[in-house]
Structure formats: structure tokens, C-alpha cells
DNA sequence: TTGGTGATTGTTTAT
DNA sequence: ATAAACAATCACCAA
């Protein structure tokens, strides 16, 4: 055992000082924060700022939540949901959470195609310094074509599926009557 | 009227 | 590597 897989960081987990309810309220923390963004200048906000894809937690969640519903029509808390949600999710297997995982995954190459372009564009903008008008004069039509053209993520998509996880989705649309 | 909060976990990102 | 923030949702309360 030479190397181990140890690795020298500190094997010891000692990671997880926010345990709690974490930050609590991290949006108010949030806007407080603005500093950190417009300590330059401007707090540009990105319009193409790609959103974070939704985790497999929360692909489950939305999909939980339906189910939630159905069974507590009186209970919209969102807390009640994220509750239940979370208490169900640790319940489940990882068979189980092999769909909500490749559907999490599968999100998460389309954010890399996202962030390839936002990344270009925010690199365009840093050239100017000042984003600004006369750069609108620029337009920005939709580039994401070439360089988000099958890029294979240099993250290692481990595949280790060795389970078929039937990938064939069928959506079955089925119109739900809404009574009138 | 508006929007911020609450609660879950996972992922993403920045330092 | 670690710490922190943020991703959706929906009803309610405060200013």
C-alpha cells in the first residue's frame, strides 16, 4: 500500500462547521453581501447567468412534492415539503435515487454548455473593463453554438453504473381533467 | 403591494 | 480543500 488513497488532505472529516439550519438566512446574507460583487463598480447583474442546476435531491423534491400535495392538500407549507422530502430522500436507496442522479447529471452538462458561454462572455466584458454602452452597440445574439458543441466536460463522468438504470424516460401526458 | 422567509439536501463556485 | 451560497416552492406577514 504505498500510496493509498489517502491523500495527504486531512483525512480526518473535521468538514462540516455549519452544521445547523446553516447560514440560517443566507438571502439576507445575500443582499448584505452585495459588497463582494460590486466591489468594483457596478453589481452587474448577469442575465445569462446560468441558474445551478437542480440536484437530484431536488429533482426528487419536485416530483415529492406533487406526491406531498396529493396526500396533504391543506399542508403548502414549503418547510413541510422540504421536511418530509428530506426525511424520505435518506430513506431511500440509491437504486432508487439512480433515476433522480442521471436526471441531476444530465442537467449538470447542459449548465457546463451554459457556463462555457457565460464564462466567454464575462471574459468579453472584462476585456472592456466597463461593460457599457457603446460595447451594447456589440449585441449580443445568442452565441453558444461551437464551442458548446459536444465539449466533453473535463470532469470525469464516472460511469459506474453498473446497474442498467433504464434511461428511456417516457413522459406519459396524460391530461389531467381538470374538473371544472 | 411587494417581497422576504422558512426547510430540505446537493451541487456549484470562489478563495 | 474548505466554506459558504444558492437551487425550487408557496403561503403568510410586515413595512
Do not use: C
Amino acid at each position: 500500500m504505498k500510496g493509498g488513497k489517502g491523500k495527504g488532505a486531512t483525512s480526518k472529516e473535521a468538514l462540516k462547521p455549519v452544521d445547523d439550519r446553516k447560514v440560517g438566512k443566507r438571502k439576507a446574507a445575500a443582499k448584505v453581501d452585495k459588497s463582494s460583487a460590486l466591489k468594483a463598480k457596478k453589481a452587474k447583474k448577469d442575465p445569462n447567468k446560468p441558474k445551478r442546476p437542480a440536484s437530484a435531491f431536488f429533482v426528487f423534491l419536485e416530483e415529492f412534492r406533487k406526491t406531498f400535495k396529493k396526500d396533504n392538500p391543506h399542508v403548502t407549507a414549503v418547510s413541510a415539503v422540504g421536511k418530509a422530502a428530506g426525511e424520505k430522500w435518506k430513506s431511500m436507496s440509491p437504486d432508487e435515487k439512480a433515476p433522480y442522479e442521471a436526471k441531476a447529471a444530465k442537467g449538470k452538462v447542459e449548465y457546463g454548455k451554459l457556463m462555457n458561454a457565460y464564462n466567454k462572455k464575462q471574459e468579453d466584458i472584462a476585456d472592456d473593463g466597463d461593460e457599457e454602452s457603446d460595447k451594447s452597440k456589440s449585441e449580443v445574439h445568442d452565441e453558444e453554438e461551437d464551442e458548446a458543441n459536444g465539449e466533453k466536460k473535463h470532469q470525469s463522468v464516472e460511469e459506474e453504473e453498473e446497474e442498467e438504470v433504464e434511461e428511456e424516460e417516457e413522459e406519459e401526458e396524460d391530461d389531467e381533467d381538470e374538473d371544472d
